[in-house]
T-cell receptor, first 112, second 111 residues
Framework: KQEVTQIPAALSVPEGENLVLNCSFT??????LQWFRQDPGKGLTSLLL?????REQTSGRLNASLDKSSGRSTLYIAASQPGDSATYLC???????????FGTGTRLQVTL | DAGITQSPRHKVTETGTPVTLRCHQT?????MYWYRQDPGHGLRLIHY???????DKGEVSDGYSVSRSKTEDFLLTLESATSSQTSVYFC??????????FGPGTRLTVL
């Protein structure tokens, strides 16, 4: 059974810092990995999707990496802003129906 | 944003009553999913659909049933709601093997 772990569970950084969020998964037989953002009381917003054959994916200040063989992904956020404060979720796609298995998230607070 | 709506957005009901949640999409995506989100458990897959009238179970399907009679609609039914089904329910859509896009969620409270 696939298990996804995100460390740390919570993180507080001052504005302007670069930061890294970690995601690990137990079964390397994944199709893709997807990073989401969730604001309190809201739905999930897709940030990045990394195909299993890719090593990196970038969108603006966000960069996600994937090391499938070691079961790890990182989300790098450059020059953090208070608007980046949210919970970040990592999820792996498994099976032909691309079912998602989620981690429990990292709650990020960026302070002024 | 992907065209996904969920209804109702909030619902309070009593134990033992039937409840149906609706997910509607305008993207014509083949796959639709129902997840629940609970503190300490994260999001877990309840059921999914890979086409009209084609559905399958997810990780936490006990006590839930689904139906998909049209591409755009995916219904989740709690036949007899229990307090353990108090949760936030999210619908998602995708074209495999691409991104999943999520709806705004339905907050269900079972008293």
């Amino acid at each position: 059974k696939q298990e996804v772990t995100q460390i740390p569970a919570a993180l507080s950084v001052p504005e302007g810092e670069n930061l890294v969020l970690n995601c690990s998964f137990t079964d390397s037989a994944i199709y893709n990995l997807q990073w989401f953002r969730q604001d309190p009381g809201k739905g999930l917003t897709s940030l990045l999707l990394i195909q299993s054959s890719q090593r990196e994916q970038t969108s603006g200040r966000l960069n996600a990496s994937l090391d499938k063989s070691s079961g790890r992904s990182t989300l790098y956020i450059a020059a953090s802003q208070p608007g980046d404060s949210a919970t970040y979720l990592c999820a792996v796609h498994t099976g032909t129906a691309s079912k998602l298995t989620f981690g429990t998230g990292t709650r990020l607070q960026v302070t002024l | 944003d992907a065209g996904i709506t969920q209804s109702p957005r909030h619902k309070v009901t009593e134990t033992g009553t039937p409840v149906t949640l609706r997910c509607h999409q305008t993207e014509n995506h083949r796959y639709m999913y129902w997840y629940r989100q609970d503190p300490g458990h994260g999001l877990r897959l309840i059921h999914y659909s890979y086409g009209v009238k084609d559905t399958d179970k997810g990780e936490v399907s006990d006590g839930y049933s689904v139906s998909r009679s049209k591409t755009e609609d995916f219904l989740l039914t709690l036949e007899s709601a229990t307090s353990s089904q108090t949760s936030v329910y999210f619908c998602a859509i995708s074209e495999v093997p691409h991104e999943q896009f999520f709806g705004p969620g339905t907050r269900l409270t079972v008293l």
